[in-house]
T-cell receptor, first 109, second 116 residues
Framework: SQKIEQNSEALNIQEGKTATLTCNYT??????LQWYRQDPGRGPVFLLL?????KEKRKERLKVTFDTTLKQSLFHITASQPADSATYLC????????FGTGTSLTVIP | DVKVTQSSRYLVKRTGEKVFLECVQD?????MFWYRQDPGLGLRLIYF???????EKGDIPEGYSVSREKKERFSLILESASTNQTSMYLC???????????????FGPGTRLLVL
């Protein structure tokens, strides 16, 4: 069965540093991979989508890489701010949608 | 902006009650989804609909049914609520794209259901 692993349940970093979140998957070849942000008590919000033939995608302070050989995506937030504190979910998309369990990020002032 | 609304933010029901959760989207999306989210288990797909009156079972359909009579509305029904259905329920919609399930999913705010 399909499996998605996101690195450590919680990540704490100092404000201004770069946060790097990892998403590894097995038994699947997604057409694309997405990252979502979820705040407590709210639904996930779409951030970025990267296709299988793309290596890297950027949006403001966010960067996503996608390595289909390693079956891994890295999600970077540069110059992190306390407002970036949230849970970040990766999602694989092909014939179905599969979400990871998420990584909780806390940016410490 | 896409807007997905859910009928209730919080709901408390008793075991055995029939529960209706409603979801409405305003962007004319073909696809609609119902998930439940539990700590440590992430988002799990209950049902998916890719067109009016069409439905597909997700990973955990047992104990649930759905209805999609109009394109903008997708209802989740708990025929006889049980305590193990206490959870956060999230509705989402997406536009059909290269794949049937579409690309970006737009989520509602969620309904936190407590079954006593």
């Amino acid at each position: 069965s399909q499996k998605i692993e996101q690195n450590s349940e919680a990540l704490n970093i100092q404000e201004g540093k770069t946060a790097t979140l990892t998403c590894n998957y097995t038994n699947y070849s997604p057409a694309y991979l997405q990252w979502y942000r979820q705040d407590p008590g709210r639904g996930p919000v779409f951030l970025l989508l990267i296709r299988e033939n793309e290596k890297e995608k950027r949006k403001e302070r966010l960067k996503v890489t996608f390595d289909t050989t390693l079956k891994q995506s890295l999600f970077h937030i540069t110059a992190s701010q306390p407002a970036d504190s949230a849970t970040y979910l990766c999602a694989l998309t092909g014939n179905q949608f599969y979400f990871g369990t998420g990584t909780s990020l806390t940016v410490i002032p | 902006d896409v807007k997905v609304t859910q009928s209730s933010r919080y709901l408390v029901k008793r075991t055995g009650e029939k529960v209706f959760l409603e979801c409405v989207q305003d962007m004319d999306h073909e696809n609609m989804f119902w998930y439940r989210q539990d700590p440590g288990l992430g988002l799990r797909l209950i049902y998916f609909s890719y067109d009016v009156k069409m439905k597909e079972k997700g990973d955990i359909p047992e104990g649930y049914s759905v209805s999609r009579e109009k394109k903008e509305r997708f209802s989740l029904i708990l025929e006889s609520a049980s305590t193990n259905q206490t959870s956060m329920y999230l509705c989402a919609s997406s536009e059909r794209a290269e794949t049937v399930v579409g690309e970006t999913q737009y989520f509602g705010p969620g309904t936190r259901l407590l079954v006593l």
